[in-house]
């Protein structure tokens, strides 16, 4: 097994874009919006970072759970997590 430190998964570009704290997010060749609520002095214009983190969390756990419902060969159709 190679010990390849340099090999690089993700990169995310954050651009601060709205006042006081709207930012756009350039990650993979997509798009995202990140902000404050407005009860946090936001514009409410995407999620909130915790958002944006708990997203990519679930993201990664269907993803997995797929791979490996599809790696044992289980009919795994549809499924949710909150």
Known sequence: MSDNRDHTIA?????SEERPYGVRINT????LRGDEPVDH????TGPAP?????S??????????RM?????????VAWMSS
């Open 68 to 76: 490996y419902a599809e790696h044992q060969s289980w009919p795994l």
């Open 50 to 54: 915790f958002g944006l983190l708990l």
């Open 41 to 44: 002095g936001g514009a409410d």
């Open 28 to 31: 993979g060749g997509h798009t």
């Open 11 to 15: 990169t995310a570009t954050v651009t």
């Open 56 to 65: 990519g969390l679930g993201a990664c756990t269907a993803i997995t759970l």
